[in-house]
């Protein structure tokens, strides 16, 4: 994952050695002292430490990774590679240490993914703030789930922990996992299993779908209300935790506790959790990433030794305006973009759908519906979006052929740029004729040819339309209308002139989510034979159904 990440961050090949591998015999990392810290529990976690030349004592910036610290036993070059990187943090005047998590590479214990991290991160500040080599000033650093693990200290406060630099981590691990009450189903299962978890942990986790403790007690969402630190949060717009990068900075920037409000930085580019696929291609990529990569040392160098460096004078929000990107000709309205916050100043504007499959400003009169009928055994392919491991980002969705369970609503070509930035949202009303079903929503960027670039999709599981607290949890009244809210995260994107604005509505998309059997049954305890669903989107004055988007105002 993020190749081009490799040349341009410090913390590249740490987020990109892959999946774990049996580790046999001490580090190989040429420059790396193997160093273990005890938990408080007895269990001994091992990290590689890297010192700068000289006479210490110094900062210290820490990852906590899953993927080894030592590199895949398979790829040859994977020392020289975490030398090289570790020497930038060294010659920056850092100690740089990278340990393994718990029951990961040459780490004691047994591997529970993220559960076990707010505490072990907690351990691992005290050890490192003891180490003779450490001044007492750590900051921590990592990408996906080396973020995940850098939200975790946060959260448990430790006082030596003085700053973070987290690239693509969630806000809420419950959420991403199932959202909309909809399990991820190649990305969350297959990513656990190459993990090395067991499959009765992973149909457990599958079954827990609902808001309870067992998600909320390692939740950012949940906990960042006990974050001291300034953190400089960096996302994709097409990346599986996209909306931690700016949910994360927003809620700690104006509401977080001493320390960290007014100290937050966000920075989204044009990429996903590796690269993109289809025929977009968008200029400025490549120095997204950069930028990305050149601010960690900055915020590092300020935090940790006190450099006035004017980065906390710079705008808070820095994110890329994607526009038309055709390979070969992308327009000159792709652009980088600040905010004083996130999401920037903007109004919503309704485009309500329409009895002749279009989008219109102009609410509905009259009565319709579209109705169609969801059959489980012949599911929707997934066409990129925001995946893991398998393709991803602006694919063409006429991959997916004319079928009655699709449904395009479109505007007329438009006549000025519509431009966006910030959450966007479905507001649907609908019916089914069973007690349960889904419904998924696409935001497609419709080119002149009849490119249809996914920009946005999420889903909504019947069930779970009020809520997933046991008590919101309700069946659908079968064949009543009700109305269902599909929260699409954000974005930043100009429409351009000569574009369509394009809604896809279906209830399926697979292998990206799990699907809906339509009996009501939750996963886990499943005996009824799946159903053929017949559901109804309705376009009417009663019922009116909705893409909102936030439109920036003025337009720029």
Avoid: C
């Avoid at 913390?11 to 591998?21: H, K």
């Avoid at 929503?441 to 419709?446: I, P, R, S, T």
């Avoid at 279906?506 to 005996?527: D, L, Q, Y």
């Amino acid at each position: 994952m993020f190749k081009s990440f490799a040349a341009a961050s410090a913390l590249a090949f740490v987020l990109a050695v892959g999946p774990a591998y049996a580790q046999s015999g001490p580090s190989a990392i040429p420059g790396a002292v193997e160093e273990f810290a005890a938990m408080r529990d007895g269990v001994k976690l091992a990290a590689n430490v890297f010192k700068p030349a000289g006479k210490g004592p110094w900062p210290v910036i820490v990852s906590r990774t899953p993927y080894l610290k030592d590199g895949p036993k398979d790829r040859e070059n994977a020392p020289a590679q975490l030398a090289a990187q570790a020497k930038r943090y060294t010659d920056a005047g850092y100690v740089f240490v990278v340990q393994d998590t718990r029951g990961k590479g040459r780490s004691e214990g047994a591997y529970l993914a993220f559960e076990n991290d707010i505490e072990d991160g907690y351990d691992t500040l005290d050890w490192l703030a003891g180490q003779p080599w450490s001044n007492g000033k750590v900051g921590i650093t990592g990408g996906s789930a080396l973020g995940i693990t850098g939200n975790a200290a946060a959260m448990a406060a430790h006082p030596a922990l003085k700053a973070a630099y987290v690239v693509v981590a969630p806000s809420d691990l419950g959420e991403y996992r199932a959202p909309g009450g909809v399990p991820k189903e190649k990305d969350t299962s297959g990513w656990l299993k190459e993990q090395g978890v067991d499959d009765k942990v992973i149909e457990a986790s599958r079954a827990r779908i609902g808001d309870d403790v067992f998600w909320n007690r390692g939740s950012m969402s949940a906990n960042r209300k006990y974050i001291r630190i300034p953190i400089f949060n960096v996302g994709g717009w097409y990346d599986i935790f996209q909306e931690g990068a700016t949910g994360n900075f927003a809620w700690l920037q104006n509401h977080g506790a001493k320390g960290a409000r007014g100290n937050q930085k966000v920075l989204m580019g044009p990429f996903g959790h590796g690269e993109l696929s289809g025929d977009l291609a968008y200029p400025g990529y490549e120095q997204a990433l950069k930028a990305a990569g050149d601010q960690e040392f900055r915020w590092f160098d300020h935090w940790l030794k006190g450099a006035p460096n004017g980065i906390m004078d710079e705008p808070p929000v820095s994110y890329f305006m994607m526009a038309s990107a055709r390979k070969g000709a992308p327009s000159p309205k792709n652009r980088m973009m600040t905010s004083a916050n996130w999401p920037p100043a903007h109004r919503q504007v309704r485009y309500y759908l329409t009895a002749d499959k279009g989008l219109s400003t102009a609410p509905p009169t009259v009565a319709s519906k579209t109705t169609y009928r969801f059959d489980p055994a012949k599911p929707v392919e997934t066409v990129g979006g925001a995946n893991l491991t398998f393709d991803r980002g602006p694919m063409d969705q006429r991959a997916i052929p004319a079928r009655q369970d699709y449904l395009r609503f479109q505007t007329p070509v438009l006549d000025k740029d519509v431009v966006i930035a910030g959450p966007v949202k479905v507001e649907l009303n609908v019916a089914t004729d069973g007690p349960d079903t889904d419904f998924m929503a696409k935001v497609v960027d419709v080119y002149p040819d009849g490119y249809e670039a996914i920009v946005l999709d999420a889903p909504v599981r019947a069930r779970f339309r009020k809520g997933r607290l046991p008590d919101d949890v309700e069946p659908m009244t079968p064949d009543a209308a009700e109305e269902l809210v599909v929260d699409l995260w954000g974005t930043a994107i100009t429409f351009e002139k000569g574009h369509r604005i394009a809604l896809h509505i279906t209830s399926s998309n697979s292998p990206r989510f799990e699907v809906n059997p339509n009996t009501g049954e939750a996963p886990g305890a499943r005996k009824l034979k799946p159903r053929v669903a017949v559901n109804s989107v309705y376009h009417d004055a009663a019922h009116p159904s909705a893409l909102v988007l936030p439109v920036i105002y003025p337009a720029n």
